[in-house]
């Protein structure tokens, strides 16, 4: 079961950090694009969820591996899913 969270984990882990700081790079080209003030907005408001993700992501991985560790379970030791850390 370790193994197969630390191959999984990660790689979901790293696809939405990643994936978050593509996808918030071509909202925040692609909002200067549009003239309605409404459409920037809208665009601005995704490109700030996606940045945000790309960043809470991984912080959030890290307080499950501690969550994991404080429950005194052995396959706490085994785990890790974080990627790029």
Known sequence: M???INQAAPLIVGILMIGGAILSYVL???????????????????R????FASITTPLF???????????????ANCVDIVPFF
């Open 2 to 4: 370790a193994t197969t």
């Open 28 to 46: 925040h080209n692609a909002s200067a694009f549009p003239k309605d003030p409404q459409s920037v907005q809208s665009i601005k408001n995704w």
């Open 48 to 51: 700030n969820r996606a940045a």
């Open 61 to 75: 991985a890290i307080i499950m591996e501690m969550f994991i560790g404080f429950t005194g379970v052995g396959l």
